[in-house]
């Protein structure tokens, strides 16, 4: 009878076991379909720089030479919404002791990476930069791209932080050693222009 009794205990336990499992594995489900509910859609990262700013740059003339001469300007940028948030278009124009800068920046948004690229061009120049891709996380963009500075292909990262609703803090910089160490060669701080 001890046997018996043994034995319906082993089955109690193996059917409850199994019964937890199936409830593990549906929790498991659960979870991960409301995980991806709640991936974040960067498309609207950039909302919060729609409008107009006044813009103070600071720019380091001969980047990767070991100068440490910065010029400075001051001007406007702005920025305005495409496609419902899924793309912006910055102009910045600025002055200083080296003359007058006009950049436009295209962002579009691709919603299956959940990435951003960043599109710069000059008013010298007439055509598009390379990308410089990346996201936002916690409040901060990173984007990346290679390209070549005086004839050496180095690493490019831009970006963009302290964030808030009137104000912004901009910086690129270079790294010609894989990115162990970075040089900043461009700095801008943005202050809303209120209405």
């Given at each position: 009878?001890?046997?018996?009794n043994l034995g319906i205990s082993v089955l109690m336990c193996v059917a409850s076991l199994a019964t937890d499992t199936v409830r593990l594995s549906a929790y498991q489900n659960q979870a991960a379909s409301v995980a991806k509910s709640v991936?974040?859609?960067?498309?609207?990262?950039?909302?919060?720089?729609?409008?107009?700013?006044?813009t103070h740059v600071k720019r380091l003339l001969k980047p990767l030479t070991g100068s440490t001469t910065w010029t400075e300007y001051d001007g406007t940028s702005v920025d305005q919404k495409i496609?419902?948030?899924k793309a912006n278009l910055l102009e910045l124009e600025v002055d200083g002791p080296k003359g007058?800068?006009?950049f436009?920046?295209?962002r579009l948004y691709?919603?299956?990476?959940?990435?951003?690229?960043?599109?710069f061009s000059s008013s010298n120049g007439g055509t598009m930069g390379v990308p410089t891709v990346g996201e936002f996380k916690n409040g901060r963009g990173e984007f990346y791209d290679q390209e070549s500075i005086n004839g050496r292909m180095v690493l490019v990262r831009f970006v963009i932080s302290d964030i808030t609703p009137n104000s912004a803090h901009f910086e690129q910089a270079f790294s010609d050693d894989g990115g162990k160490t970075?040089?900043?060669?461009?700095i801008a701080t943005d202050t809303r222009v209120k209405k």
């Open positions: 009878m001890k046997s018996r991936e974040h859609d960067g498309q609207h990262d950039f909302d919060f720089e729609i409008g107009r700013w006044k496609w419902n948030g007058h800068l006009e436009l920046s295209l691709n919603p299956d990476s959940h990435q951003w690229s960043l599109n970075w040089e900043v060669n461009w």
